[in-house]
T-cell receptor, first 111, second 115 residues
Framework: GQSLEQPSEVTAVEGAIVQINCTYQTSGFYGLSWYQQHDGGAPTFLSYNGLDGLEETGRFSSFLSRSDSYGYLLLQELQMKDSASYFCAVRDRNAGNMLTFGGGTRLMVKP | GAVVSQHPSRVICKSGTSVKIECRSLDFQATTMFWYRQFPKKSLMLMATSNEGSKATYEQGVEKDKFLINHASLTLSTLTVTSAHPEDSSFYIC???????????FGPGTRLTVT
């Protein structure tokens, strides 16, 4: 099976940088995705890493190290609207196209 | 980006009744759709994987006779919660992918409350 670990809560102030780590265990790793979910809303796709390295999309970046089974999501220039839950999710080639989600990290951005 | 819709967005039903939730991919053909369940402040738990024209694959612990899934076309999958009970109250979210894409597009979710 697959399992993912990420911190349950992170608090930061506006304008700061925050990193949300994710470690995973899976037999046929195919890629690591990140999703954002605001309370009461659906998850929205943020980024995907299939290979090692950093992917940058505006204020958000995501990093993957397959040898360490580790990735992170980096959020820069935090804004109040970034307060949400962030989920890492792993795709396993032995499990078709399904995603297994981590428990989620609740980010609270304070003024 | 691709759009997935769900209907209804909220539903309240009495215990013992059945509820159908629809998931539609609006601007692409979804070869695979997924149904998730999410409790407050918890992660998404995959319930089943649905491929067009074939039987859904249910995750361990999910009762297939209680959660009926039909994927009759490449743009529509339905989840029917049969004989609903209060413990079935939850946020149900569908997602869809096109072909071998790694990106899942999520619907807005359906909040089910069983009284």
């Amino acid at each position: 099976g697959q399992s993912l670990e990420q911190p349950s809560e992170v608090t930061a102030v506006e304008g700061a940088i925050v990193q949300i780590n994710c470690t995973y265990q899976t037999s046929g790793f195919y890629g690591l995705s990140w999703y954002q979910q605001h309370d009461g809303g659906a998850p929205t796709f943020l980024s995907y890493n299939g290979l090692d390295g950093l992917e940058e999309t505006g204020r958000f970046s995501s990093f993957l190290s397959r040898s360490d089974s580790y990735g992170y999501l980096l959020l820069q220039e935090l804004q109040m609207k970034d307060s949400a839950s962030y989920f890492c999710a792993v795709r396993d080639r032995n499990a078709g196209n399904m995603l297994t989600f981590g428990g989620g990290t609740r980010l609270m951005v304070k003024p | 980006g691709a759009v997935v819709s769900q209907h209804p967005s909220r539903v309240i039903c009495k215990s013992g009744t059945s509820v159908k939730i629809e998931c539609r991919s609006l601007d692409f053909q979804a070869t695979t759709m997924f149904w998730y369940r999410q409790f407050p402040k918890k992660s998404l738990m995959l319930m089943a994987t649905s491929n067009e024209g074939s039987k859904a694959t249910y995750e361990q612990g999910v009762e297939k006779d209680k959660f009926l899934i039909n994927h009759a076309s490449l743009t529509l999958s339905t989840l029917t919660v049969t004989s609903a009970h209060p413990e079935d109250s939850s946020f149900y979210i569908c997602s869809a992918i096109a072909g071998e894409s790694y990106e899942q597009y999520f619907g807005p979710g359906t909040r089910l409350t069983v009284t």
